[in-house]
């Protein structure tokens, strides 16, 4: 947390830096949250399992109000199911397609509707991973990714500020990763796409810093998901339940970023350090 933050939630009455609860009316005020925390939550990219454990890990604290939203209605319905097992008070599905920029505001505006006209929390968690390496062997695959993770989630990230800009307050949670913060040539064309993603969160949130909007940036590293299944799982890898908590963690302090685990921004701090023919040689 910076010390402005904590000035804020100190005089506001929230919790100190290493308090567990959510932050009180007025520290919520101050940081931008609505009157009930993140009690209505809007998820882009509905079956994402590391979205779903956020939620699943906001809603240990407060009961929540979830609109999913994805392209697969029967991923999304079991989602749904998962969620109301889970604690969520109310769960709504519509439907979302993300290589198609011209219907993200109307599908937007659905998923706030479906959540009451106002929503405390966007999720983005659309992202394809695609094929691994440098120079793909399918570059029609490759632009798909490039589609999907630049273009469909930039346009659905600045369709979201516009909406909570408009409500005057609100959090967008960005899913970006470590891979954004350095390119490596295992992966050079998802590691390009998450680039581009996380510049475009950090610049909109600087930018919405004085309307009420906050932007929270996650940059996970190896996530054990199914996009992951059947690859080799390095060290610091994490799991979706690892991701929700820092997420949360970084909810409740104010954080613009964060990394899940915490170790990887100090590791990414030292890598982004190394010159590039000794980073080449790396094994990343």
């Known amino acids: 947390m910076s010390d402005a933050t904590a000035a804020e939630l100190r005089a506001a009455g929230g ?10 009316a007025g520290a919520q005020a101050a940081l931008g949250l609505g009157a009930a925390g993140f009690r209505r939550v809007l998820v882009l990219g ?4 590391i979205a779903t454990a956020i939620v699943r890990e ?36 519509l439907a979302l397609e993300a290589t198609d920029p011209d219907s993200h505001r109307a599908a937007i505006a659905r998923g706030i509707e479906l959540l009451g006209g106002a929503c405390d ?29 630049v273009v469909g989630c930039g346009s659905l990230l600045l369709e979201s500020a ?29 590691c390009a796409s998450k680039a581009g993603l996380d510049a475009l969160a950090q610049g909109l949130a600087d930018a919405l810093a004085p309307t009420g909007v906050r932007v929270l940036v996650v940059r996970p590293g190896f996530v054990t998901t199914r996009m992951k299944r059947g690859l080799p799982v390095p060290p610091l ?19 613009h970023t964060v990394w899940a685990p915490s170790t990887l921004r100090w590791a990414m701090a030292l890598l982004r350090l190394l010159p590039r023919p000794l980073f080449r040689r790396l094994p990343l």
Do not use: F, H, K, M
Request: charge should be positive.
């Open 15 to 24: 919790p100190s830096a290493a308090g567990e609860p959510w932050a009180s």
């Open 162 to 190: 516009r909406a909570l800009r408009a409500q005057g307050r609100g959090t967008i949670v960005v899913l970006s990763s470590v891979a954004a913060e350095r390119p490596r040539a295992a992966n050079a064309v998802y």
């Open 58 to 93: 906001l809603a240990t604290r407060e009961p929540c109000e979830v609109a999913l939203a994805a392209r697969d209605p029967q991923r999304l319905g079991d989602v749904a199911q998962q969620l109301r097992a889970a604690g969520c008070a109310r769960v709504q599905t």
């Open 46 to 49: 509905g079956t994402s399992e």
């Open 237 to 255: 890898s994490t799991d979706p339940e690892g991701v929700a908590r820092a997420t949360a963690r970084g909810l409740r302090r104010g954080a």
């Open 121 to 149: 929390l966007v999720l983005l968690a659309v992202g394809l991973l695609g094929e691994r390496g440098g120079l793909p062997d399918d570059p029609r695959g490759a632009v798909e990714v490039l589609e999907v993770n």
